[in-house]
């Protein structure tokens, strides 16, 4: 069972930055380069959203179009680490964030990290 904890979550003013950390566990039979990672986030009274997401070895990225040039993901296999630097934010960025691994159609998530942008 892979373990994501999600950090780096707290209160920022719009234009401001964060940088969102997810650290990685638990691997048994497959290691931290066998799932492709993605970053997802949910506001209140709102399903769940893609934001953005990272192959297995890191040298391709999607983002969703409301973060696409401001957000960027990024990962480190030999720390067993994903990351999500999310510059110029909007108040529309408020959420919980969370992490999530996926490998052979099986998912594991993280308890996700609150991201509030607030004047």
């Known amino acids: 069972q892979v373990h994501l904890v999600e950090s780096g979550g707290g209160v920022v003013q719009p234009g401001g930055s964060l940088r969102l950390s997810c650290a990685a566990s638990?691997?048994?039979?497959?290691?931290?380069?066998?799932?492709?990672m993605n970053w997802y986030r949910q506001a209140p009274g709102r399903t769940r959203e893609f934001v953005a997401a990272i192959t297995r070895a890191g040298d391709n990225t999607i983002y969703a179009d409301s973060v696409k040039g401001r957000f960027t993901i990024s990962r480190d296999n030999a720390k067993n680490m994903m990351y999500l630097q999310m510059n110029s934010l909007k108040l529309e960025d408020t959420a919980v964030y969370y992490c999530?691994?996926?490998?052979?159609?099986?998912?594991?998530w993280g308890q996700g990290t609150q991201v509030t942008v607030s004047s």
């Open positions: 638990g691997f048994t039979d497959f290691t931290f380069s066998s799932y492709a």
């Open positions: 999530h691994a996926v490998r052979a159609s099986r998912g594991s």
